[in-house]
């Protein structure tokens, strides 16, 4: 059914960008609202940013505002998040989700708002 899959993680200095890419199947896509999550070594999984099923609304993280930007290709199916000027403690596992839920409250910044999860993708960051 619903599959997630996250791409794009690597090795960054500090200061850099990455661009993650999360590619969905077995969903209608523009029905889902999509989030991006990530879980540094030790810490709790914490909301980075989400975007509604059209793409009209996004919220994101105090922590990545104005530095990430969450975006998707509906006809491609692919949810995304720009990520520039990278900090270390940006370093975690990135995990993609999503959810055939609007967009509202504060429910979006937590996990259980999401019935469906990517695997993951590692983001270090170097000094």
């Known amino acids: 059914q619903v599959q997630l899959v996250e791409s794009g993680g690597g090795l960054v200095q500090a200061g850099g960008s990455l661009r993650l890419s999360c590619a969905a199947s077995?969903?209608?896509?523009?029905?889902?609202?999509m989030g991006w999550f990530r879980q540094p070594p030790g810490k709790e999984r914490e909301f980075v940013a989400a975007?509604?099923?059209?793409?009209?609304?996004?919220e994101y993280a105090d922590s990545v505002t104005g530095r990430f930007t969450i975006s998707r290709d509906n006809a491609k199916t692919t949810a995304y998040l720009q990520m520039n000027r990278l900090k270390l403690e940006d370093a975690a596992l990135y995990y993609c989700?999503?959810?055939?839920?609007?967009?509202?409250?504060?429910?979006?910044?937590?996990?259980?708002?999401?019935?469906?999860w990517g695997q993951g993708t590692q983001v270090t960051v170097s000094s």
């Open positions: 989700a999503a959810t055939p839920a609007l967009l509202r409250g504060t429910f979006f910044r937590k996990s259980n708002f999401y019935a469906n």
């Open positions: 077995g969903l209608t896509f523009s029905n889902y609202a």
């Open positions: 975007i509604s099923g059209s793409g009209g609304t996004t």
